[in-house]
């Protein structure tokens, strides 16, 4: 499967931006997905995920601010993110795992394919 990422931008303290990821091929729904995302000189963390079944995961740092969806008929994970921070600046990215995992998806190594990244800058 591919993954187009996209909907990051420059955007003020305690705004909101929607991310989209987009993913070509059959069978989208077999796929758990998750968000990610890096800053300048961090390691990538876990944002959120949603499961084939729905069920979605979120980190302490996003948690009450973003939220996860999917439409399984446009083949496509949302990342909707309110009340944004600095410390939100870093660069998204949408990941999708085909692997049957039983924990919290939260972790790099957990998924199989990955998209470009869609930069997201927040000013304070």
């Known amino acids: 499967v591919q993954l187009q990422a996209s909907g990051g931008g420059l955007v003020q303290a305690g705004g909101s931006l929607r991310l989209s990821c987009a993913a070509s091929g059959r069978a989208f729904n077999m796929y758990d997905m998750g968000w990610f995302r890096q800053a300048p000189g961090k390691e990538r963390e876990f944002v959120a995920a949603i499961r084939r079944s729905g069920h979605r995961y979120y980190s302490d740092s996003v948690k009450g601010r973003f939220t996860i969806s999917r439409d399984n008929a446009k083949n496509t994970v949302y990342l909707q993110m309110n009340s944004l921070k600095p410390e939100d600046t870093a660069v998204y990215y949408c990941?999708?795992?085909?692997?049957?995992?039983?924990?919290?998806?939260?972790?790099?190594?957990?998924?199989?394919?990955w998209g470009q990244g869609t930069l997201v800058t927040v000013s304070s």
């Open positions: 990941a999708a795992s085909q692997r049957v995992i039983t924990s919290a998806l939260a972790t790099t190594s957990m998924y199989d394919y």
